[in-house]
């Protein structure tokens, strides 16, 4: 049974940082390109992130470029996501999300599996 699970969350204020974790289990974590997505209140879930499965090639969505880095480290089965310079309008749920994928280039992502989610709330 595939399980993504999600942590870090938290209540930050603007400006602040967080760093997201996502361990997985029950898959070969490396043939998976991993990635998140968020889901603010009355909004549609949207793309965040991706990193491909060797962990080269990333794409972002224009909002958070240059705040927000993905990573991942393969021997712990575990996806990172650092977001810095957090604005309010990071506020939403966050979700980890697995893609098999073993293309080189990614350019978004079409999860087989899906995290919890963890709450990511920035004040103003």
């Known amino acids: 049974q595939v399980q993504l699970v999600e942590s870090g969350g938290g209540l930050v204020q603007a400006g602040g940082s967080l760093r997201l974790s996502c361990a997985a289990s029950?898959?070969?974590?490396?043939?998976?390109?991993m990635g998140w997505f968020r889901q603010a209140p009355g909004k549609e879930r949207e793309f965040v992130v991706g990193?491909?499965?060797?962990?080269?090639?990333?794409s972002y969505v224009d909002s958070v470029k240059g705040r927000f880095t993905i990573s991942r480290d393969n021997a712990k089965n575990t996806v990172y996501l650092q977001m810095n310079s957090l604005k309010p309008e990071d506020t939403a749920v966050y979700y980890c999300?697995?893609?098999?994928?073993?293309?080189?280039?990614?350019?978004?992502?079409?999860?087989?599996?899906w995290g919890q989610g963890t709450q990511v709330t920035v004040s103003s």
């Open positions: 999300a697995a893609e098999r994928n073993l293309r080189p280039r990614l350019t978004t992502l079409l999860p087989d599996y």
């Open positions: 029950g898959l070969t974590f490396s043939n998976y390109a």
């Open positions: 990193l491909s499965w060797k962990g080269i090639s990333t």
